[in-house]
Every structure is written in structure tokens, then in C-alpha cells.
């Protein structure tokens, strides 16, 4: 599972958070021809509308990585996006997740 490899910082949240992207519709993202980092996490954003993203300064938004997540549930579409870029994330705040490198 990609759970082991994220950590999270407000443990509180962490629940919250997970039930909330795993009780999405089921979600897939395919950018063979390659896509921002940034950009595909944008849409997480835009997706689950009260999320917010913020980014770790030694991330780099702009990294292009190629992904088909297949049709999953938020939190694994959200996990495979992650592992491709070989990022983890933190939930920092209730409707707050910050990505950092791992």
C-alpha cells in the first residue's frame, strides 16, 4: 500500500481526510504525453473543491511526469500521483494537505 510511505503531521486530520478522498467518485488521470506536477495536483484541488494544496519550497511544480491512475477512488488516484512523482504528503490543517519531497 502507498499509505506506508505517507506520513502525516496532525493526526487528528488524518481520518478526516482519508474518508473524505476515498468517498469520491471513482476519478482516473491519464497523461501519457506528460504533465505538471502542479498541474495534476490542481485538479485534486479543483476536484474535492475545499482542499486546499500547498507545496513544499524544494517541490517542483512544474516537473512533468507521465501517469494513468486508473479508475480509483480519490485517495489511491491521489497516492499514485504522488509515488509517480516521488513526493509524500501531510495533512497540516483540516482542509490542508502539504506536499513534500520524499
Known amino acids: 500500500s502507498l499509505m506506508a510511505t505517507n ?21 482516473s488521470f491519464d497523461f501519457e504525453s506528460g504533465v505538471a506536477v502542479g498541474r495534476v495536483l490542481g485538479l485534486f484541488e479543483n476536484y474535492f473543491g ?14 512533468e511526469i507521465t501517469i494513468d491512475t486508473g479508475f480509483n477512488n480519490g485517495l489511491v488516484t491521489f497516492e499514485k500521483v ?18 513534500l519531497p520524499k
Open 7 to 27: 506520513t502525516f503531521a496532525m493526526p487528528e486530520y488524518r481520518t478526516e481526510m482519508q474518508e473524505r478522498l476515498k468517498a469520491s467518485k471513482k476519478l
Open 82 to 99: 504522488l509515488h509517480r512523482a516521488n513526493l509524500q504528503y501531510q495533512v497540516v490543517g483540516p482542509n490542508i494537505i502539504k506536499i
Open 50 to 63: 475545499n482542499i486546499n494544496i500547498i507545496y513544499d519550497p524544494k517541490v517542483d511544480q512544474d516537473k
